[in-house]
């Protein structure tokens, strides 16, 4: 996912559209700056889906550390911080991803999302299914499809107005910042984007600590 951050380097933003198609090309300007991106869409269901799916707007950076970032993650925030485990273990899956977020011993959430193979911002969709069995699903799961990675993280968690702030401490990777701003249906992308491009700014992350990929395509690059 690319974004033109003038001469000083990229910003990454993944954008999440239940129904738009195609590539799409967008800008969003913050503080003085412009800043262009486009984003490819998640290959259409063959399906008519049971209850609309929800858009977002994402950005993920590396941090030197999260004890560094979470002073003014708290100065702006109107709730947090909040902490917690999350174990997610993924498995084969030819029309998209499954992964299993285990949040401790009888709490965990079966996760299916598709998006496009494509580096640059993505549209997703995803289902969730609550599990009170953590480890015999994961068991079951693991026979059935095959294990292709685990991450492995603790997260703080802040809510900024309707932003939820990720600082992450991510087992063989390091220390990272995830921004989430939530779109109503019909909002333009754009608005979720000048968001997360303030907040980042306020926070004091510059373009060259933005990464692309999920955790576990960084742990995969890493041979992990």
Not at 126 to 149: F, K, N, V, W
Not at 169 to 177: A, D, K, T, W
Not at 210 to 221: K, M, P, R
């Amino acid at each position: 996912m690319l974004a033109n951050f003038g001469a000083t380097g990229f910003l990454s933003i993944a954008a999440s559209n239940r129904f738009a198609s195609g590539w799409q090309e967008l800008a969003a300007s913050a503080n003085g700056l412009e800043y262009h991106y486009r984003y490819v869409s998640a290959p259409p269901l063959n399906r008519k889906l049971d209850q609309p799916m929800a858009r977002n707007i994402e950005i993920k950076a590396r941090i030197e550390s999260v004890e560094a970032i979470a002073p003014k993650a708290a100065a702006l925030a109107k709730a947090g911080p909040i902490e917690f485990a999350q174990d997610d273990t993924f498995f084969r899956c030819e029309a998209g991803r499954l992964k299993l977020r285990v949040l401790s011993s009888d709490s965990a959430e079966l996760i299916f999302y598709r998006r496009a193979n494509q580096r640059g911002p993505q549209e997703s969709f995803y289902l969730r299914s609550p599990s009170a069995a953590p480890d015999s699903l994961r068991e079951c799961l693991s026979l059935a499809y095959g294990q292709i990675g685990r991450v492995r993280k603790q997260r703080t968690l802040f809510l900024v107005d309707r932003t939820r702030l990720h600082l992450d401490r991510v087992e063989g990777l390091g220390h990272f910042l995830e921004l989430e701003v939530p779109l109503a249906e019909d909002e333009p992308a754009e608005f979720g984007i000048r968001e997360a491009v303030k907040i980042m700014q306020k926070l004091g992350v510059e373009p060259a600590q933005l990464v692309e990929g999920a955790y576990l395509d960084l742990l995969a690059v890493k041979g992990m």
